[in-house]
């Protein structure tokens, strides 16, 4: 495989974003199951975080595809990282309860921001430290790659707190649970044209820098890049369409949740197949 063909950065592109997905929700799910489990989680998520952080140091000084690489990767673990300790409830914020009835307007935003608080500020810190450690590297795809993940998410959170009628997913680990009662989910926020219409504008700029470019390190980090900004515009779609995700990872999920929402599915089905036949088209 040429790997610095748009073609095959594309696949690994894909293929990362799924199986990296899959591979945090798993972890989680098992450290859930067990006892101690998350913390003994959290042990080897650190040191999967550093390693990114040297790929990304060691890759930003390359201008070479491989340099973009590891650009990429480096990201992608320092995410995992935040990732995970944001799924397990290690680091979210100082409200761990369920949002208080009757909340609304800034009410309701300040009680969202206290219960994601701990988490945006580490992921704002870390964003500074990659700034000062990379700026004026000859590569910085790879800190380009953590802006993205971090703005795309910055979006989510603003699409799924204003409203998004399907942002609830069975995915969700239990002991993030009550952030859920911070969804608005009765309707379309008016601005999601606008989140949609900025991301599509940055997937132009991305594709356009990628045929433009006459490097190859320029050509994969542009294409590695809009690859992800694409999957992040399907994501901000999926949470406003009747469209399920959980296909995609349910290998990564726990059992329990898998089988609840197996069984769900098949009493939906009955409950359509009653309500065919009780329809009066159907009698004779």
């Known amino acids: 495989m040429d790997f610095t063909s748009p073609l095959a950065a594309l696949f690994i592109a894909i293929v990362v974003w799924w199986l990296s997905t899959g591979i945090v929700l798993?972890?989680?799910n098992q450290a859930e199951a067990g006892s101690g489990g998350l913390w003994k989680l959290m042990v080897p998520m650190t040191c999967v975080g550093i390693i990114g952080f040297a790929l990304m140091v060691i890759g930003s000084e390359h201008k070479t595809p491989m340099g973009s690489y590891m650009g990429f990767f480096g990201a992608l673990f320092v995410w995992s990282w935040h990732e995970a300790a944001f799924l397990t409830g290690a680091l979210t914020g100082s409200r761990r309860t369920e949002c208080p009835p009757g909340l609304s307007g800034w009410g309701r935003?300040?009680?969202?921001?206290?219960?994601?608080?701990?988490h945006e500020i580490a992921i704002l810190l870390t964003g500074m430290g990659l700034w000062l450690a990379l700026a004026g590297a000859d590569n910085l795809f790879g800190l380009a790659a953590?802006?993205?993940l971090w703005g795309m998410r910055i979006s989510a959170k603003?699409?799924?707190f204003l409203?998004?009628?399907h942002a609830i997913s069975e995915m969700m680990p239990r002991r993030i649970a009550h952030l859920k009662s911070y969804f608005n989910t009765t309707r379309t926020t008016p601005l999601f044209p606008l989140l949609l219409a900025v991301a599509m504008g940055l997937l132009i700029v991305l594709v356009a820098g990628a045929m433009r470019s006459t490097e190859d390190y320029s050509l994969v980090g542009h294409t590695l890049l809009a690859a992800f900004m694409a999957l992040a515009i399907v994501e901000h779609v999926v949470l406003v369409l009747p469209v399920s995700d959980t296909a995609l990872w349910r290998?990564?999920?726990?059992?329990p949740a898998v089988q609840a929402i197996s069984g769900e599915a098949r009493m939906g089905q009955r409950g359509r197949q009653r309500h065919r036949s009780e329809h009066p088209s159907n009698k004779q």
Not at 109 to 116: D, L, P, T
Not at 251 to 255: D, I, L, Q, R, V
């Open 158 to 160: 603003l699409l799924i």
């Open 109 to 118: 935003f300040r009680a969202a921001w206290e219960a994601v608080c701990d």
């Open 146 to 148: 953590f802006g993205l």
């Open 251 to 255: 290998w990564a999920m726990a059992k």
């Open 26 to 28: 798993f972890a989680v």
């Open 163 to 165: 409203g998004a009628p």
